[in-house]
Nanobody
Framework: QVQLVESGGGLVQPGGSLRLSCVVSGSSFSFNVMGWYRQAPGKQRELVATITSAGSTNYGDSVKGRFTISGDNAKNTAYLQMDSLKAEDTAVYYC???????????WGQGTQVTVSS
């Protein structure tokens, strides 16, 4: 059974930084896409960033230039470096992986990020 465990969330002041990690276990197949999505209260879940197994990245417009996604295939881990954080970045951040061989996506349980002074 595929499991995703996120860590690194917390409370940070505006302008600060956080680094999220997502460790994936339990899959017999390689991950084709890993990514992060977020959901703020009363809003729909939105794309933050994704990275393919080939290293191609994609970012949501609101985080471009401030967030950086990276992956370590050997460790089955994805990272999200978040800099210049703003109050509007406050949300639950969810890790996501997609396995092309089985055409299946999996979600983590989410980690809270709160940006406030």
């Amino acid at each position: 059974q595929v499991q995703l465990v996120e860590s690194g969330g917390g409370l940070v002041q505006p302008g600060g930084s956080l680094r999220l990690s997502c460790v994936v276990s339990g899959s017999s197949f390689s991950f084709n896409v890993m990514g992060w999505y977020r959901q703020a209260p009363g809003k729909q879940r939105e794309l933050v960033a994704t990275i393919t197994s080939a290293g191609s990245t994609n970012y949501g417009d609101s985080v471009k230039g401030r967030f950086t996604i990276s992956g370590d295939n050997a460790k089955n881990t994805a990272y999200l470096q978040m800099d210049s954080l703003k109050a509007e970045d406050t949300a639950v951040y969810y890790c996501y992986v997609w396995i092309a061989f089985t055409n299946t996506g999996y979600w983590g349980q989410g980690t809270q990020v709160t940006v406030s002074s």
